[in-house]
């Protein structure tokens, strides 16, 4: 399984469907990635066996990598990664000009006004 794309993710994943949510590195702000369904080829029943019942797990466990997978790539457009410290930030949390997150920007001034 992936890396997730940033440090902190969030699954909200349940028996229907598989959702991510992604927060940048610097100020949490939350970017969601698309819901995938999850529609077993199981008919719904009552009373199902214990082996029934762990190949519908498995089943999920699957799909549900296999959604994690996708939707860790699909955010991957949504963040910048700063090639200082390696995090991976939201536009706000990017200063564009100099190509570096606003942490690193901050720390490179401070740097250059005690030279």
């Known amino acids: 399984m992936l890396e997730p794309v940033t440090k902190k993710y969030q699954d909200d994943s349940n028996l229907e469907s598989f959702k991510f949510t992604f927060f940048c590195?610097?100020?949490a702000k939350p970017v969601k990635a698309v819901s995938y369904?999850?529609?077993p080829p199981f008919k719904?029943?009552?009373f199902i066996s214990?082996?029934?019942r762990r190949a519908r797990e498995l089943l999920w466990l699957s799909d549900h990598g296999d959604a994690y997978e996708r939707a860790n790539k699909e955010v991957l457009i949504f963040f910048n990664r700063c090639p200082v410290c390696g995090r991976r930030v939201c536009d706000?949390?990017?200063a564009?000009?100099?190509g570096i997150c606003i942490e690193c920007l901050k720390l490179k001034n401070e740097k250059e006004e005690k030279s």
């Open 25 to 27: 590195d610097l100020c």
């Open 37 to 39: 369904s999850f529609k």
């Open 44 to 46: 719904p029943k009552l």
């Open 50 to 52: 214990a082996s029934e």
């Open 92 to 94: 706000d949390c990017f």
């Open 96 to 98: 564009d000009e100099q």
